[in-house]
T-cell receptor, first 113, second 110 residues
Framework: SQTIHQWPATLVQPVGSPLSLECTVE??????LYWYRQAAGRGLQLLFY??????ISSEVPQNLSASRPQDRQFILSSKKLLLSDSGFYLC????????????FGNGTRLTVT | AQRVTQPEKLLSVFKGAPVELKCNYS??????LFWYVQYSRQRLQLLLR??SRESIKGFTADLNKGETSFHLKKPFAQEEDSAMYYC????????????FGIGTKLQVIP
C-alpha cells in the first residue's frame, strides 16, 4: 500500500531563516505529488504539484519553492521565511488515473517567529 | 473558475440526529467530487467519491448536476463522526487538480 513520510512533524524557525521540508513516498511509482497548506477557515490551498522528476508547477506566487529530485521525493523549500509562511503543510500523492483520490501525509506544523 | 463552497464552518447535531453537510461546486466540465475527512490527530483521508456511489461509515453523497451540489448525508449521527469534513472537486488540468472547500467541522453532541 502507499505510504507517505513527512518530516519534521513540527518546526519552529525564525524569520529570515531557510526552510526544507521533505516528503517521501513508498508503494507506488511515478505518482503525482502535491504540497498543500492547510489553514483554519481557509481550507487546503494547493501550493505546488509535480507530475514527474524535475517537473514542478506552482499554483500561487509566494516565498516558497519545490523540487522533485527523485520519483518518490518531494521537497518544499524557502531561502528566507516570512511570518506569513506559518501554517500546516501537507504532502499528498495521487496515481495517474481518472478519479484517483489524494493520499496525504501527516503534515508539518511550521511556526515562523 | 473552479470553486467549492461549504457554507457551514461548524455544524452541531445531537447523537442519533440526521446529518447533512452541504457542498456546492462551480465547474463547467465533468466534475469528479470527493469528500475527505480528518479525525482528531489523524491524517486527512478520503471518505468517499461520487464515482463509486458507495456508502462509507453510513455516509452517502449524491451528485446533483442540476443544483451543482454534492451534499454529504448520514441518517443517524454517531459521536465518532465528529471530525473536519472537506468537499473537493477534481478536474483534469493536464493532471489531477483538486480544489478543496474550506471545510465543515461536525460536532456530534452526546
Amino acid at each position: 500500500s502507499q505510504t507517505i513520510h513527512q518530516w519534521p512533524a513540527t518546526l519552529v524557525q525564525p524569520v529570515g531563516s531557510p526552510l526544507s521540508l521533505e516528503c517521501t513516498v513508498e508503494g507506488t511509482s511515478n505518482p503525482n505529488l502535491y504540497w498543500y497548506r492547510q489553514a483554519a477557515g481557509r481550507g487546503l490551498q494547493l501550493l505546488f504539484y509535480s507530475v514527474g522528476i524535475g517537473q514542478i508547477s506552482s499554483e500561487v506566487p509566494q516565498n516558497l519553492s519545490a523540487s522533485r529530485p527523485q520519483d518518490r521525493q518531494f521537497i518544499l523549500s524557502s531561502k528566507k521565511l516570512l511570518l506569513s509562511d506559518s501554517g500546516f503543510y501537507l504532502c499528498a500523492l495521487a496515481r495517474k488515473s481518472p478519479n484517483s483520490p489524494l493520499h496525504f501525509g501527516n503534515g508539518t506544523r511550521l511556526t515562523v517567529t | 473558475a473552479q470553486r467549492v463552497t461549504q457554507p457551514e464552518k461548524l455544524l452541531s447535531v445531537f447523537k442519533g440526529a440526521p446529518v447533512e453537510l452541504k457542498c456546492n461546486y462551480s465547474y463547467s466540465g465533468s466534475p469528479e467530487l470527493f469528500w475527505y475527512v480528518q479525525y482528531s490527530r489523524q491524517r486527512l483521508q478520503l471518505l468517499l467519491r461520487h464515482i463509486s456511489r458507495e456508502s462509507i461509515k453510513g455516509f452517502t453523497a449524491d451528485l446533483n448536476k442540476g443544483e451543482t451540489s454534492f451534499h454529504l448525508k448520514k441518517p443517524f449521527a454517531q459521536e465518532e463522526d465528529s471530525a473536519m469534513y472537506y468537499c473537493a472537486l477534481g478536474f483534469d488540468g493536464g493532471y489531477q487538480k483538486v480544489t478543496f472547500g474550506i471545510g465543515t467541522k461536525l460536532q456530534v453532541i452526546p
